[in-house]
T-cell receptor, first 115, second 113 residues
Framework: KAGVTQTPRYLIKTRGQQVTLSCSPI?????VSWYQQTPGQGLQFLFE???????NKGNFPGRFSGRQFSNSRSEMNVSTLELGDSALYLC??????????????FGPGTRLTVL | AQSVTQLDSQVPVFEEAPVELRCNYS??????LFWYVQYPNQGLQLLLK??????LVKGINGFEAEFNKSQTSFHLRKPSVHISDTAEYFC???????????FGTGTRLLVSP
């Protein structure tokens, strides 16, 4: 089974631009979560999507948004980029139903640099 | 709300020596606990998890961890480390039924010959 894939792997943008990152979960997985990793703040939860619905959300400004498609692929969008948005963005997928916990499998991440 | 504290930001150790990476958590309800490893330029890989049952949990690559409810700790151990264990290790917690992981700040394990 192929693992979680994220595209692109590296991205350079300038302040004020917007960016879209993509995540393809493991086949059969319906839950996709996004995390931001920075040296200063560490790993922080952005949001989780399950069956095309946002099920949980972290404490990030509205500039960060996401969506999930019917094939479970997910995208996250960051508008009006700031220097502080430079980070490794990790996507994780899992096969889960509410009330149970299943392992989250992480992708390699997208390294976003904002200049 | 849950929180995780990893007491050591960096742990240097010689090859074949034992190691313990410390993790304490805070939560008013029962939680699930995890250790992840991250190698340079890679995502996270699950080492082991505690969901319920035996408090001693064995994971991949010879790692194990012990859940101690009274001390709210979940320390990671390995009896003999290898150079290839050099990586960053993250302790994480989540409530049952939710996929939101709350991570500690990470511990960089540096194994030297």
């Amino acid at each position: 089974k192929a693992g979680v894939t994220q595209t692109p792997r590296y991205l350079i943008k300038t302040r004020g631009q917007q960016v879209t990152l993509s995540c393809s979960p493991i086949s059969g997985h319906r839950s996709v979560s996004w995390y931001q990793q920075t040296p200063g703040q560490g790993l922080q939860f952005l949001f989780e999507y399950f069956s095309e619905t946002q099920r949980n959300k972290g404490n990030f400004p509205g500039r960060f948004s996401g969506r999930q498609f019917s094939n479970s692929r997910s995208e996250m969008n960051v508008s009006t980029l700031e220097l502080g948005d430079s980070a490794l963005y990790l996507c994780a997928s899992s096969s889960t139903d509410r009330g149970l916990y299943n392992e989250q499998f992480f992708g390699p991440g997208t390294r976003l640099t904002v200049l | 709300a849950q929180s995780v504290t990893q007491l050591d930001s960096q742990v240097p150790v010689f090859e074949e020596a034992p190691v313990e990476l410390r993790c304490n958590y805070s939560s008013s309800v029962s939680v699930y606990l995890f250790w992840y490893v991250q190698y340079p330029n890679q995502g996270l890989q699950l080492l082991l998890k505690y969901l319920s049952g035996s408090t001693l949990v064995k994971g991949i690559n010879g790692f194990e961890a012990e859940f101690n409810k009274s001390q709210t700790s979940f320390h990671l151990r390995k009896p003999s480390v290898h150079i290839s264990d050099t990586a960053e290790y993250f302790c994480a917690v989540t409530l049952g039924g939710f996929q939101k992981l709350v991570f500690g700040t990470g511990t960089r394990l540096l194994v030297s010959p």
